[in-house]
């Protein structure tokens, strides 16, 4: 960008002119390219945010329901009729998965179940796997619009306060009233990558927690129905 037309373009943007929106239409194509990108990050931070938040509340609510379910003392061939008969996540899909194999052994009319142990734990660590990731998903993004925005951010403000100065050397004037404006404009696109990276950090942050909660609860319910599989297998061998 030449310096006079920078010149020209900032010097009439005063220090009592400096609302948002002025600050950036009179901001170089660059640093207003850095700012809707950091826009649109916020908008997709804040979407997955509202997406992971109903999801994590579905997976508790169905993992109550199936361990209230599972505990009250309805038949284990009765649950997984109706079970199987649907999509299932979390704790159920957990269930499923076991009762699969194990039914598969049992009808298959095997002559050995020494090793059916072996394969129902490691169906269910398939599972469990599954589900993780199905709570994992878009958690990168987060991490990523987290870690990299302050950093776009900081590329918005260099460029904008070295677009500053190429204006107070073409106009020969570095009264406050010339200067603030500009290093304003610059600052303006640190500003916008922090409204990203802060809430990107905090929903990252408390997601990935809920996610380990949810796994050990998974893990924590595969090991005791593998002890009660694993009883079963024992009286029948």
Sequence with gaps: MNPADTAQSVLPLTSSDLSLLTLFWHASWIVKT????LLVCSV??????????FLFARTKRSMDNFEQA??????????????SSRPTHSMAALFVAAMREWKRS??????????????????MEVTIAREVERLEKRLLVLATVGSASPFVGLFGTVWGIMTSFQSIAASKNTSLAVVAPGIAEALFATAIGLVAAIPATIFYNKFASEVNKQAQRMEGFADEFAAILSRQIDERG
């Design 34 to 37: 850095v700012m809707i990108g």
């Design 106 to 123: 049992f009808e298959g009319n095997a002559r050995s179940f020494a090793g059916l142990q072996m394969r129902i734990e490691k169906v």
């Design 44 to 53: 997709w931070v804040w979407a997955i945010a509202i997406d992971k938040t």
């Design 70 to 83: 599972f505990w009250s003392g309805q038949s284990l061939e009765e649950l997984y009729r109706t079970l």
